[in-house]
């Protein structure tokens, strides 16, 4: 996938690292874009038998990367006359456009999908942008956005299809190689190909030998068909819960760069980066979004072999909304059987409710929630369902609980939901 592999002409490529130099020179301002900081992760290398150090970006004014491209562009327009701005996004883009355009003295209007976080359009707002919230995905979004441009004097702002906004995020590219020199493999994930494309421009030029590798949730997933077709595929429509990278689709010059410098694309699903989330929370004390964590579920997969080198997965972005976090964190509970349900077959008299709750509570168990299920067809007149929502401390403790269940002859089934 790297020029080593095709016939790019690199040179030819819409972005270059002489670019990235000159907007690390706009962006020397720390008010603006800050040096985030690097972390080694000594369970995660334990885990894939490597040295892995986190590159914290999440940590980044505005929760994510996004500011350095905003603001490498919009410095320069306004310095061309520019008074307002435009622009389309899931939430990070919005508050790098809107901080940008407010530091720059301008005014931002931000498209942003009817269902975005909470947190990131008050967020967007708080940074000085007016905030419509319009279309049932980024595509439709994109769309009002682009029609209010033609209705009035601001400039668009695009989320990755600039070659402005690629420069800007390549400056992290350049950090991040500072940071560590040595490393073998970066991972980096993938929406609309912005972010990867800088990174890949920096890091081919400043080490060639660095293994650049991209990672898109399998839900917006468009690299790899765009690759073997040699055009941009758009989706009709997205499906992860990394909001942050469901641009459902990437440009021409984002897939040039990514064919020309990116050595390889993985893809990972949400029961995967939700377990990331979780991951990264219990172990390096890191609240961290789904598009965040997607380089540590690569990481984490079986898809990517990093054993014996120095790897340093991207923390790209930090706004994760809170109601989100919590369905992230019982779906990551209930794939590693620490939150489990389970239906157990009774005969409906007084006390049933109160032995069972006894036996779970012998082994040591939390119930959560129970209820009475008497509506079920293969039920016998006098017979009901209890359902036990348990919190355990994972699957032998949850397989012990069903043992001790049967033990007292009872029929008990779990019947947690796989996509819980």
């Known amino acids: 996938m790297t020029d080593t592999d095709s016939d790019t002409d690199t040179d030819a490529l819409p972005v270059q690292y002489v670019d990235i130099e000159r907007a690390r020179e706009r962006l020397d301002d720390d008010t603006v874009v800050k040096q985030t900081p690097v972390e080694k992760s000594t369970s995660l290398g334990a885990l894939v038998d490597a040295e892995v150090y986190l590159k914290m970006e999440h940590l980044q004014w505005t929760g994510s990367f996004k500011t350095r491209g905003a603001y490498n562009k919009i410095s320069q327009d306004v310095a061309n006359g520019v008074e307002e701005f435009i622009a389309a996004s899931a939430g990070n883009h919005a508050q790098g456009v809107a901080l940008a355009a407010t530091r720059c003295g301008a005014s931002s209007t931000i498209y942003m999908p009817e269902d975005a976080p909470q947190a ?3 967020a967007t707002r708080s940074y000085g942008a007016t905030v419509e919230l319009v279309g049932k995905d980024f595509q439709e979004t994109m769309s009002h956005a682009q029609a209010a441009v033609e209705e009035s004097d601001a400039a668009f702002v695009h989320a990755y299809d600039d070659t402005d906004i690629i420069a800007g995020q390549g400056t992290l590219g350049t950090e991040m190689y500072h940071d560590n020199p040595d490393v073998d493999t970066v991972i980096v994930p993938i929406g609309g190909g912005g972010l990867i494309s800088g990174i890949s421009t920096a890091l081919k030029h400043l080490s060639p030998e660095t293994r650049v590798v991209g990672v898109q949730a399998t839900g917006a997933e468009t690299v790899h068909e765009s690759l073997d077709k040699g055009i941009p595929v758009t989706l009709d429509e997205v499906d992860t819960i990394a909001d942050g990278i469901a641009t459902g689709g990437i440009s021409e010059a984002t897939l040039s760069i990514i064919q020309a ?128 929502d348990v919190e355990t401390s994972g699957a032998e403790h949850a397989g012990a609980i069903i043992d001790a269940i049967e033990s007292a002859d009872y029929s008990v089934e779990d019947v947690t939901r796989a996509d819980a």
Do not use: W
């Open 120 to 122: 990131k359009v008050d």
């Open 261 to 388: 410098n990116v050595d390889e694309v993985v893809t990972v699903t949400d029961t995967e980066i939700a377990q990331a989330i979780l991951f990264l929370m219990e172990r390096a004390k890191q609240v961290v979004e789904g598009a965040g964590a997607a380089s540590v579920a690569a990481l984490l997969s079986d898809d990517l072999d990093v054993s014996g080198e120095t790897v340093m997965p991207l923390l790209c972005g930090g706004n994760l909304d809170m109601t989100q976090l919590q369905t992230v964190v019982v779906h990551a509970l209930t794939q590693r059987k620490q939150r489990i349900r389970l239906r157990v077959r009774i005969d409906d008299r007084p006390g049933k409710m109160q032995e069972l709750s006894g036996i779970i509570a012998e082994q040591e168990a939390n119930i959560h929630d129970v209820r009475h299920d008497r509506s079920v067809e293969d039920l016998e007149v006098g017979e009901a369902y209890l359902v036990f």
